[in-house]
């Protein structure tokens, strides 16, 4: 333990309660790695504070002490966002103890929510009121609000509802000399400058710790039809999203994912089935919903999408789930997917986005750069068509020793990759962020004034640097192309 951190415990240790400081090795450990196991730090000190001004306490002594922080909810970044350096010099700051629902309004469709509510918790809570918070992802069980505001989360439903930045309404944070910002206030109009609100969103945590947030609620889904699809190319995909939302906007969520990913789930994954009796290149799997018990069943919606669809020969083969134990059992493939992959080998893995209309020539011809590139790989894309948001795997050739593969090759692949998507137009990062693992990339391949604005921003709001250091932008350029 560093002087300074010394010090800061005698400060706090007056101030917060016994419980909210943890220094016990065992209990800190398991909060020291991310979720993946890719990323390790050491944190001798762990907070764990219970109301926000207890987080304001542990900021302002923090900023006076110059002890780094590193602010952690669920866990679940895939870009060791929430992981503390190494060097021991930062504490962690959890938030999973600030896990009050504030107030759910369900005739305004606002909820307010604390940083540490588990998002299925707030699931739970807005259905008990027939309102729904219309964002889900695969770590739902675990991924806190704060954690999904602070890294401007996506998921299956963003085609018909947005990312996270859609979805918040106000943000409350703790700036870095324990000042509180409060921005939960539900303005539909706000003209006083810059919006900080929206810069919080996506910012990771180095700007600010993000304590609750306001957000917008849906009314409860009263009917779904799930639908499975067969075809032959991404194109087909794409024509087909552009038929149904010409239809309507009952169409939450549009998933693409290649024959591979489909074969490696019914391969590692007990209990699962081909949905399809025949083989198909590509498959789409589509959710349309109401919210009008009176309103007719979506089933039929999207009868009348896939009908002429498979008569022009777009689509191969449709079928529609006869059950909800139907339905879940499609969404089961596509959430059990990168399970799936993870059993095949190792992988370099990127979460990108390009354009929407030049997404299925993307999937094919990074696929076919990659393959020629590095022989023995196998290259394929999965997830949001309707996005642009694809995670684009590079799988390690057959028998490749796990440990060096990852250490030696895979950078080159994420590398050759990332070219491949900056020249297409698009982000090396869609909706996991950028944490330590993306930060030189996004320093190699963005433009100068785009970084010199981040940093002036992290410079302005952060000028100690004492906010999730590491992660996102640095106060000072990194050697990232060495």
Not at 314 to 339: G, H, K, L, N
Not at 375 to 402: E, I, K, M, W, Y
Request: with cysteine.
């Amino acid at each position: 333990m560093t002087p300074q951190q010394t010090r800061m415990l005698d400060a706090l240790a007056p101030r917060l309660p016994t419980r909210a400081i943890v220094t016990d090795r065992e209990a800190i450990a398991p909060w020291e790695t991310d979720w993946r196991g890719r990323w390790h730090g050491h944190a001798p000190i762990l907070f764990e504070p219970v109301t926000v001004g207890q987080v304001q306490e542990i900021v302002a002594v923090a900023a006076r002490e110059q002890v780094p922080l590193v602010p952690q909810g669920g866990n679940t970044s895939m870009v060791g966002g929430a992981t503390p350096p190494a060097s021991g010099a930062a504490a962690i700051l959890s938030l999973r103890r600030l896990n009050r629902i504030r107030s759910l309004d369900a005739s305004a469709g606002l909820a307010i929510a604390e940083a540490g509510v588990i998002l299925a918790d707030l699931h739970e809570a807005a259905l008990a009121d027939s309102r729904r918070f219309p964002l889900t992802l695969g770590s739902r069980g675990s991924a806190t609000i704060g954690g999904l505001v602070s890294t401007n989360a996506g998921g299956t439903q963003v085609l018909r509802w947005g990312t996270m930045r859609g979805l918040v309404v106000g943000v409350e944070a703790v700036l870095a000399d324990g000042s509180l910002y409060d921005g939960l206030a539900a303005l539909k109009k706000d003209n006083r400058g810059y919006d900080l609100n929206q810069l919080l969103i996506g910012a990771e945590g180095t700007l600010g710790i993000v304590t609750a947030a306001t957000l917008r609620l849906a009314p409860a889904i009263s009917a779904r039809a799930v639908a499975w699809i067969g075809l032959a190319t991404p194109d087909a995909a794409l024509r087909l999203l552009r038929r149904f939302e010409a239809a309507g906007n009952a169409v939450e969520s549009f998933e693409l994912l290649p024959a591979e990913s489909l074969h490696a789930v019914l391969t590692h994954i007990p209990g699962t089935r081909p949905p399809l009796s025949g083989e198909h290149s590509w498959h789409v799997l589509i959710e349309a919903v109401t919210s009008d018990a009176e309103a007719p069943h979506p089933t039929g919606f999207v009868e009348r999408v896939l009908g002429p669809a498979m008569a022009d020969g777009i689509v191969a083969d449709a079928v529609i789930a006869a059950s909800e134990a139907q339905a879940d059992a499609f969404w089961r493939i596509r959430d059990s997917i990168s399970d799936a992959e993870r059993a095949t080998g190792p992988a370099a893995q990127h979460d990108i986005s390009v354009p929407v209309e030049a997404m299925p020539r993307f999937l094919i011809e990074a696929a076919a750069a990659c393959d020629a590139r590095f022989p023995g790989t196998r290259a394929s894309g999965f997830g949001h068509l309707g996005d642009g948001n694809v995670h684009f795997h590079v799988r390690a050739p057959a028998g490749a020793d796990r440990s060096r593969w990852l250490a030696e090759d895979a950078p080159l692949v994420t590398r050759f990759v990332d070219d491949l998507v900056v020249a297409a137009g698009g982000s090396i990062s869609a909706e996991h962020g950028i944490g330590q693992m993306k930060l030189h990339e996004l320093e190699r391949l963005s433009p100068p004034p785009r970084m010199a604005a981040l940093r002036a921003i992290k410079q302005a709001l952060d000028p100690a640097g004492i906010f999730n250091p590491g992660k996102l932008v640095t106060l000072a350029p990194s050697r990232a192309d060495e």
